[in-house]
């Protein structure tokens, strides 16, 4: 897998490439900051680029501007996006931005290695990946009346599970029960909330059920 | 020249300068204006008004202190000279927009702000403003200053209109006396064409006395009843210093909970991890299961101690308030609220980065109060902006009876607005809801 690293921390950088390389991964550039990422995305056409939020120049939210741009010329451009604390607003734009195909995790999350890597390749493959905490800020405090309220325990679970850009299976595989049994519970979730899209398309659900929870 | 007379005139408008009695450029426009018409007006008006407020006053002062002396009555006597202190500022109100509407002379409230809080902490507030005793003082002098100029005013208008109306009268009744020593009569309408044109001189004049005593009058009122800008130069001056020295205070403060959330957590978490790989690597050979055991332990120190720094670093500067501005920094900082928060922002464009971040430690602190003491189920952050300023207010259906003491975030925050000259209010009664409101100039 062909693979662009965008990060400004070169301690960081080296690591990441490490990682990546340990896992059989090329890294065809590393770059610092957001337009030279740009550049290197147009030359190479990477499998996935991994890129850090905050860089030069703007040291702001350089990365996900570097990320939508990439993605409004390219939407199928795969990108998982890496900051050291997560946002929803930042998850929805790069959510919005194209069509599958990536991701936004904790930084932290690099230290968890397999499921880290579990990621990039989802993330390379089509799929979405958020991290449990974007999740987190939005499911836990919900109002009183909310339909949320009306989940058990195990369907919050699957709620989470399949925001954070989880297939069937995988939900299956995580929370150790049969692939019927998710599907019964993702139906009755899309019909206590009210959602449309009761299909297994990845993209599409993560980004129904993050509408969902952010505009609720 | 000119440069230095408008100087001058300006300085001494500020200190309520005699020189603007006299009204500006030629007299004979101001004459030969609705002005004296106007000022004519005032000046019965003076009287009237100062007729009336001495009535009322004695009155109402007089059946008080008569009630209070008869000391059982003194529970209506007592109140009712409050009462009469309450109508002062209304007067003083009243003064000052007629001055205004008749003179153009615009004279400010001289009223410090009474702030919120304890009805007998506002009480002595009230009584403290030496506003108010001015006022007190320009309502009383308002009855002779309005009898005089009444006089004036009558005698002016009566005088010189007779003289000029002396054809008509002599035409009508025959004959006319002219008074003064020389007791002449006139009889003739011939004989009143000097009479006519001594009025023509005194209407003249005497519409430009209108004139300077109104003035005159706006040029005391302001100088009594009007805002002294030296006091409220020198209570701003007071205010600025000791929240400077509270906002060192503060970041001192900051300083030191960094300090501590550091040295205690996280400094000891990352020995820890230190000591967890330096077994491990002593254990590698001889024990192997044993160094994984350690180096999985290690792991899991290093991503609490990445945890930790997350949020501290969070709480040191919300980079989402730097990126994207108030409202998604609101929201976000929602998400991590224990109780749910309704959030109503409505900004146009980015306040100032100091306002703004003044904003977001205000919201911050009242949530986490919220979350911490409040007992609610739900809270709202409102924030919008209007005249300049930015208002924010945050609200909860808690319990209530949220104070401020020295060592309180809520006072720590009422100097973070103030040294933005802004203000901070809580309000918070046993039993809720607690609302936390503050204004924060946008411009500078």
């Known amino acids: 897998m062909r693979v662009v690293i965008a990060e400004d921390s070169v301690l960081l950088r080296e690591g990441i490439s490490r990682l990546l390389a340990d896992a059989g991964c090329e890294i065809v550039a590393s770059v610092p900051d957001g337009p030279s990422l740009v550049r290197a995305v147009q030359e190479h056409q990477p499998d996935i680029s991994i890129v850090d939020v905050r860089m030069p120049p703007s040291f702001q939210d350089e990365g996900i501007r570097a990320a939508l741009e990439i993605r409004a010329e390219n939407p199928r451009s795969p990108i998982l996006v890496l900051s050291q604390y997560v946002e929803a607003e930042y998850a929805s734009d790069l959510l919005e931005s194209g069509a599958g195909s990536v991701g936004y995790l904790l930084k932290d999350r690099v230290a968890e290695v397999s499921t880290f890597i579990d990621g990039v390749h989802q993330v390379a493959q089509g799929g979405t990946v958020l991290d449990p905490e974007v999740i987190n800020q939005l499911v836990t405090h919900r109002r009183r009346d909310d339909p949320i309220g009306t989940l058990t325990p195990r369907e919050r679970e699957v709620l989470s599970l399949m925001a954070e850009g989880k297939t069937n299976a995988a939900i299956a595989d995580t929370i150790f029960v049969s692939h019927g049994a998710v599907e019964k519970h993702v139906r009755n979730i899309f019909m206590k909330l009210g959602l449309l899209h009761g299909d297994d398309a990845n993209h599409r659900r993560v980004l129904a059920v993050l509408s969902y929870l952010r505009n609720s | ?444």
């Open chain 2, 1 to 444: 020249m000119a440069t230095r007379a408008e100087t001058s005139s300006q300085d001494q408008s500020k200190l309520g300068g005699i020189h603007d009695i006299l009204p500006p450029g030629n007299p004979f426009r101001a004459i030969f204006s609705l002005e004296p018409i106007k000022t004519f007006i005032f000046l019965i008006l003076s009287f009237i008004i100062g007729l009336t407020v001495f009535v009322v006053y004695v009155t109402i002062a007089a059946t008080g202190i008569g009630l209070t002396m008869s000391v059982i009555m003194a529970i209506i006597g007592i109140p009712l000279l409050g009462a009469l202190l309450l109508l002062v500022p209304v007067i003083g109100w009243i003064e000052r927009e007629r001055i205004g509407l008749f003179t153009g002379f615009e004279i400010a409230s001289p009223y410090r702000e009474v702030p919120d809080g304890k009805i007998g902490d506002r009480a002595i507030a009230f009584l403290s403003d030496g506003a108010l005793w001015r006022d007190l003082l320009y309502s009383l002098l308002l009855f002779p200053i309005g009898l005089a100029q009444f006089v004036i005013g009558v005698v002016g208008f009566t005088v010189p209109v007779s003289l000029i109306i002396s054809p008509y009268l002599v035409y009508a009744f025959g004959s006319l006396n002219v008074g003064g020593a020389a007791f002449t009569t006139v009889d003739t309408p011939a004989e009143t064409i000097p009479l006519v044109l001594l009025g023509l001189v005194l209407g003249l004049a005497t519409a430009y006395i209108f004139i300077v005593l109104a003035r005159a009058h706006a040029v005391f009122a302001r100088w009594l009843i009007g805002p002294d800008e030296r006091r409220a130069l020198a209570e701003r001056v007071e205010t600025l210093s000791e929240t400077r020295s509270r906002m060192v205070g503060v970041s001192l403060d900051d300083r030191r909970n960094i300090e501590r959330d550091i040295h205690d957590s996280t400094q000891p978490k990352l020995v820890n991890l230190a000591m967890s790989l330096g077994m491990a690597k002593e254990k590698i050979d001889s024990d192997p299961q044993r160094a994984r055991e350690l180096i999985d332990t290690a792991h899991n120190e290093a991503r609490e101690v990445l945890a930790e720094i997350r949020n501290l670093v969070r709480g040191l500067h919300p980079s989402i308030l730097t990126d994207r501005g108030l409202e998604a920094a609101i929201r976000s900082l929602s998400g991590y609220c224990a109780v749910p928060v309704q959030i109503d922002v409505n900004l146009g464009e980015r306040p100032p980065e100091a306002v703004e971040t003044t904003a977001y430690y205000i919201i911050a602190e009242s949530l986490t109060n919220v979350a911490k003491h409040s007992q609610a189920t739900e809270a709202r952050v409102m924030v919008r902006v209007e005249n300049g300023n930015l208002l924010i207010e945050i609200e909860d259906d808690g319990i209530g009876g949220a104070v401020r003491t020295p060592a309180s975030g809520l006072s720590g925050l009422q100097d973070r607005a103030a040294a933005l000259d802004g203000r901070l209010t809580i309000s918070s009664p046993v039993g809720g809801p607690t609302r936390i409101s503050a204004r924060l100039p946008c411009e500078s």
